[in-house]
């Protein structure tokens, strides 16, 4: 026993060397740290010498522009070969002057002056790019004289300016260069003041501290047992005894304080686990209420108008109609009665997409007798697409396509067009239908209202037939979705993804299940 203690003690031992070996080796990397101090000293000059440079280069490309025009001919000279060298100095000036606002966003210590000095050089070279402009336009156009009046009342004279501040500017930047270099090598030497008298105490107190640790194995020991019982969930594990040492003593118990603090924890993490458990459930069956109340909203929205009566009263119509010879009037009751019939009278929550297009045409001869050749509509098909084996919710395109006649096409006074897309996505899984108008658009603030009540709809639904449409789509599959596209002047587009319901091999290959497309 005794035998087997020894060399655990022998083993923390190593243990304790190998962690006054790391902290030696933490104080070579302290002297790494000041090699590292004096690159960034460097860094810093380097940053200076380059807003230098900078200025520098901008106050010559200054200077040359002044140049070429002090030294043009403006009776006789070479206008082309001015312009050309002008536009060259500017470009440089350009370039510098941002290299200028670049490097000093990025010096440690720029003062106050400098700043106000760049703003001036900055609003005086805008100026003088805009007269240097206005004189190129003179020269080009002939105005010799104008040209020479404006450089010599403006352009020379916003120039000198330019000069000036730029050399102010490059007298400031020196001067804030000389007080960073005068504050970071007093830091420098406090800095390593200061490291050497951590290091001389990191070093003492490393020393201390290894030898009082070494001396005070059988505690650690102890606590290390009881850490590993703790990893295995053990958490009712003996408490540490206190030893007669102080700060081991109060190491222990700290421990012990700790582990009992966990188990506390654990069990509040638990009992928190069943109420999230809970909370969730009451969540589910929330959504699931919702659900439920929606399908009953859409359902009363869509039962609003007594069929009977309505049918009633339109085939009295069309039997008058077809009395007077009204043919045309007759064909459009018809029409009317189909339409009303399958939105208010259809059951089936899956349709034909041919059904679909066929209420679409019918709205639109109904549309087009009031309007005429003022509206359009055209369709667009995927060959890959059966449309009489292809299922969509019922009554889901024709709003969308009422809404693009009556918003977008009938307030603009020349008509416009609609085209109606559907094409098959069958990499997702998804039906891809596209409504675009010519008509006049959305204003941006009603677009982004519409995209964020279609998104969730208020209990008001005063646009019932779009928002009819996206309530039908958040319940039919998470994967459907309604989006809404417009430029004003331009048109809007209406894009639906709907699940995309196609007949199996087995039944393409079943006989009953073929249709005679024509």
């Not at 440079?53 to 901008?58: D, E, K, L, P, V």
């Not at 040492?245 to 190491?251: A, S, T, V, Y």
């Not at 069929?307 to 007759?330: C, D, K, W």
Request: hydrophobic share 40%; glycine share 6%; proline share 3%.
């Amino acid at each position: 026993m005794e035998k087997r203690n020894w060399k655990r003690s022998v083993t923390l031992k190593q243990r304790m060397v190998l962690c006054l070996a790391a902290f030696f080796a933490a104080f070579a990397l302290q002297l790494a740290l000041n090699g590292y101090q004096a690159r960034a000293v460097q860094q810093v000059q380097d940053d200076q010498m380059g807003n230098f440079n900078a200025i520098s280069r901008f106050q010559g490309g200054v200077e040359s522009s002044i140049s070429i025009l002090e030294a043009y001919r403006w009776e006789n000279g070479e206008t082309e070969e001015m312009l050309e060298k002008l536009r060259a100095a500017c470009s440089t000036s350009n370039a510098w002057l941002w290299r200028i606002r670049f490097n000093m966003d990025g010096l440690q210590n720029v003062s106050d002056e400098q700043w106000v000095l760049y703003g001036a050089v900055e609003t005086t070279y805008g100026s003088y790019n805009t007269l240097l402009e206005e004189l190129e336009g003179y020269l080009t156009s002939g105005q010799d004289a104008k040209a020479s009046q404006l450089y010599y009342n403006k352009v020379s004279v916003c120039g000198g300016y330019l000069s000036q501040y730029t050399m102010q500017l490059l007298k400031a930047s020196i001067l804030d260069a000389q007080t960073t270099y005068t504050e970071i090598s007093e830091l420098g030497e406090r800095i390593a003041l200061m490291q050497i008298v951590v290091v001389a105490l990191c070093v003492a107190l490393g020393c201390a501290s290894g030898l009082m640790v070494m001396r005070l194995l059988t505690p650690v020991s102890q606590m290390i047992e009881a850490s590993r019982a703790i990893s295995r969930s053990q958490l009712d594990t003996p408490d540490i005894p206190l030893p007669k040492q102080p700060e081991i003593g109060q190491l222990a118990e700290s421990f012990n304080r700790m582990k009992h603090s966990m188990a506390q924890q654990v069990s509040t993490l638990q009992e928190k686990n069943e109420i999230e458990r809970e909370l969730h459930r009451q969540k589910t069956e929330a959504l699931e209420l919702q659900n439920r109340m929606e399908r009953s909203r859409l359902q009363q929205l869509r039962s609003q108008i007594d069929p009977h009566f309505l049918f009633n009263t339109l085939n009295v119509i069309q039997q008058m109609a077809g009395t007077e010879s009204a043919y045309r009037t007759q064909a459009l009751i018809m029409a009317l009665s189909h339409l009303l019939r399958y939105s208010l009278m259809s059951n089936d929550e899956q349709v034909p997409l041919s059904r679909e297009v066929r209420i679409v045409d019918e709205y639109y001869s109904i549309y087009h007798v009031r309007f005429g050749d003022r509206v359009q509509m055209q369709w667009a098909f995927s060959d890959s697409l059966d449309l009489t084996e292809t299922m969509v919710p019922s009554f889901i395109l024709q709003p969308i396509v009422e809404n693009a006649f009556k918003h977008g096409i009938a307030p603009k006074e020349e008509g416009g067009r609609v085209r109606i897309r559907v094409n098959p996505l069958r990499d997702k899984g998804l039906l891809y239908i596209s409504v675009c108008d010519n008509g006049v658009g959305i204003a941006p603030e009603q677009l982004h209202e519409l995209q964020t009540a279609l998104g969730s709809p208020d209990e008001r639904w005063e646009h019932i037939g779009v928002y009819n449409v996206a309530a039908r789509l958040r319940l039919l599959d998470p994967r459907c979705a309604l989006k809404v596209r417009s430029h004003p002047g331009r048109g809007t587009a209406v894009s639906l993804y709907l699940p995309l319901v196609e007949p199996t091999e087995e039944e393409d290959l079943d006989d009953d299940s073929l249709v005679d497309r024509g």
